[in-house]
């Protein structure tokens, strides 16, 4: 089916060369994703320039419409035949967890890179089945990349790059929250978001999982054990459509609606995590701190264009956090954007992931996060989910 959109630059590059991107999945994520691959190589020298071949969702006028909005050459309404595609060599995996696993593994096996939006999966054994799938496309040269976009914000990246040169010293604590409302109402339908077969999880697999991977990152070791605490406050909700009718259906929520746990990460580090859908007021509020012996590192994606930095080394009567404006070329991925000062936003982290993972494709090096991480913080899910309902037992997280 193809679209107007063949008139788009995009779409003239996906029937010549570069690198043909098919997506699956148009709602939000797609959406951001679609930012990502049309905005990379406008801004980054690619080695490979990205071609927005086609786009794939289940009702074709919404895939269409999709389709003409974001800039895709083509509009596809079965997975498979977009993965068939001659002008397709990288899939980009943008549904609901319950497809992820045999999406990206029948695009894998079809010679393709892979994109998968987090959590990797809804479970270890299909998460184990993505990465086994990954292993050995990786052998025949393929990439797979796990979405974990918000390791691309340039604060973030600037603050790893801190981490790993040493200034804060030895790590002792991690603590983030990653905060929404948007369920706060009892009234609120009842999405796929809150259902577990199609989610896997509630705010842990949602906003617990982007914590764990970024704690992870900028400690750069593993959670070797946690404890934990779930909750889901209202257990049944209407169904949607139904909502607001006064007559409204309910379903039950089989998903947790915040979870709270603490951890221990390989070097004996202390972590703590909170996730919720619950936090009144905070619409998408994702804070991270880190303390070490040399100085202390904070993060608050509501100010995402600064890193607060405290340098315990300096003399007391002078130290105290202090503000980074992380807006310099030489910090992480500023070099292409606007000169200093002018911050960036959300969706310059879809720009580069985007380009991270056509950076690898070309250099034939492996993209992180892979599916090896996005297997690892599956397994971090699961130990909170067995601790919980251990009611907080020490849960092992298996190496
Ligand atoms: C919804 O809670 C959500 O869209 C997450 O799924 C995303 O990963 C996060 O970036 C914003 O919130």
Request: include cysteine; glycine fraction near 10%; charge should be negative.
């Amino acid at each position: 089916m193809e679209s107007p959109a063949a008139q788009h630059p995009e779409a003239r590059q996906a029937e010549t060369q570069g690198l043909g991107v098919g997506m699956v999945g148009y709602a939000f994520m797609g959406a951001a994703h679609s930012q990502g691959w049309r905005t990379a190589a406008r801004v980054f020298d690619l080695p490979l320039r990205p071609a927005m071949a086609a786009i794939c969702g289940r009702d074709p006028d919404a895939v269409r419409a999709a389709a003409d909005k974001h800039g895709w050459a083509a509009a596809e309404t079965d997975w498979r035949a977009l993965i068939a595609r001659d002008d397709v060599q990288l899939v980009d995996v943008c549904t609901p967890g319950d497809s992820h696993a045999e999406i990206a593994i029948a695009a894998l096996e079809a010679g393709k890179h892979v994109l998968c939006e987090k959590p990797l999966a809804n479970s270890v054994a299909e998460a184990e089945a993505m990465a086994a799938a990954a292993r050995r496309a990786r052998a025949r040269g393929q990439r797979a990349m796990v979405g974990f976009n918000y390791r691309r914000t340039p604060a973030i990246a600037q603050a790893r790059r801190m981490v790993a040169g040493g200034r804060i010293g030895v790590l002792r604590h991690v603590r983030v929250t990653y905060l929404q409302d948007w369920i706060v109402d009892p009234e609120f339908p009842l999405v796929w978001r809150l259902r577990r077969e199609q989610a896997g999880s509630g705010a842990l697999g949602d906003l617990g999982a982007h914590i764990v991977d970024l704690a992870q990152y900028l400690a750069g070791e593993r959670l070797v054990g946690v404890s934990a605490l779930t909750e889901t406050f209202v257990r049944d909700r209407p169904l949607p459509g139904t909502a607001g009718s006064g007559t409204a259906a309910r379903g039950p929520v089989t998903v947790d609606d915040a979870a709270l746990f603490t951890g221990r990460l390989a070097s004996g580090a202390l972590a703590s995590f909170e996730a919720s859908r619950f936090a009144a007021g905070r619409k998408n509020s994702l804070r991270i701190e880190l303390n070490g012996d040399h100085g202390s590192l904070a993060f608050d994606l509501e100010r995402l264009n600064e890193l607060s930095f405290h340098d315990h080394t300096a003399p007391a009567a002078d130290s105290g956090f202090r503000r980074i404006l992380v807006t310099e070329p030489d910090h992480p991925y500023l070099e292409a954007w606007w000169p200093p000062g002018h911050g960036l936003g959300y969706d310059h982290t879809f720009v580069h992931q985007a380009r991270d993972m056509v950076a690898a494709i070309a250099a034939g090096t492996d993209p992180e996060p892979s599916f090896e991480d996005g297997l690892q913080v599956q397994r971090v899910l699961a130990a909170v989910e067995d601790s919980a309902e251990k009611n907080c037992v020490y849960t092992p997280v298996p190496a």
